[in-house]
């Protein structure tokens, strides 16, 4: 008798085959996903699921260091209320939410939240990086993780979700417009151009693209409409080693040697004043 969670069998239903693009449906015990077709997917020993077609090859994803800052950070309640700004983002609008597709969702965490205020839903956590998944496998019993190229044709059938949620990462206009129902809504946080500001000159990090939410409408608005936004802004206080963490998760990463990383934050004082700045928008299909 197999000790691991049980896959949500909801989840489980807004699969398609990455394949041939048919349905997929859990084996006996879990154990895998198979289409008709007969293409099937094993699961792995952590409980994620790696949806890929033959050969081929996903983005690089997080590394196995920046998966764990991540987690850090993320248990540690520093972007607590990201996540409940998030939440609020995916229950508004009409009807109810059955299905939430988090895109690049790293970890789960955000989604986690985000099912814990719709105790009725069910999720999948789409992600290229096999670390991320491993931990994502585990956030919340109403959630399945996927390893998958987000930027490919998703393996998610047509029409099957209600939300797509999108946190600092890749977005993919098409493909989200194809796997959202009529009426469903994309919810998309990227940072502002003040995200992490106090740490930018100091670190010597990746400053936010000033145009970013230009770059963002252009990559939507031909196959989504907005449909509205709010901007989310908090002061963290940091020590150290939450600096590092909270650098290390990012894509400052892997611009950053760790020494030099090392050597830079030893130099802060010991608490430092900096801003979470987030802008978090909703699109319809």
């Given at each position: 008798m197999s000790d691991r969670r049980p896959w949500p069998a909801r989840a489980v239903a807004l699969l398609a085959c990455p394949v041939c693009g048919q349905p997929l449906a859990a084996l006996p015990g879990d154990t895998g996903l198979r289409c008709p077709a007969g293409h099937s997917f094993d699961r792995a020993r952590q409980g994620h699921v790696t949806l890929l077609p033959p050969?081929?090859?996903?983005?690089?994803?997080?590394?196995a260091a920046m998966v764990a800052d991540r987690a850090e950070v993320l248990a540690a309640g520093t972007y607590a209320g990201l996540t409940r700004?998030?939440?609020?983002?995916v229950a508004a609008g009409e009807g109810p939410v059955d299905g939430v597709l988090d895109l690049g969702g790293g970890t789960g965490h955000h989604l986690a939240g985000v099912l814990d205020r719709l105790p009725d839903a069910v999720g999948v956590v789409l992600d290229s990086s096999r670390y991320a998944a491993r931990r994502a496998a585990g956030a919340s019993p109403r959630a399945l993780a996927v390893?998958?190229?987000t930027?490919?044709?998703?393996?998610?059938?047509?029409?099957a979700v209600d939300r797509v949620t999108v946190v600092f990462a890749p977005r993919n206009g098409p493909e989200t417009a194809r796997v959202l129902r009529p009426g469903g809504r994309l919810v998309v946080a990227t940072p502002a151009p003040d995200h992490l500001a106090e740490l930018v000159g100091p670190l010597g990090l990746l400053r936010v693209d000033p145009d970013k939410a230009a770059r963002l409408s252009s990559a939507l608005e031909p196959h989504l409409t907005p449909a509205g936004g709010v901007r989310h802004r908090e002061e963290l206080v940091l020590d150290r080693r939450a600096v590092t963490?909270?650098?290390?998760m990012g894509p400052h990463a892997r611009h950053l040697a760790p020494g030099r990383l090392a050597g830079a934050v030893a130099r802060l004082p010991a608490h430092v004043s900096v801003t979470l700045a987030v802008d978090v928008t909703t699109w319809t299909v």
């Open positions: 050969g081929h090859t996903p983005p690089p994803g997080d590394t700004v998030l939440a609020d983002a390893v998958a190229d930027w490919a044709r998703l393996p998610v059938r047509d029409a963490t909270v650098v290390g």
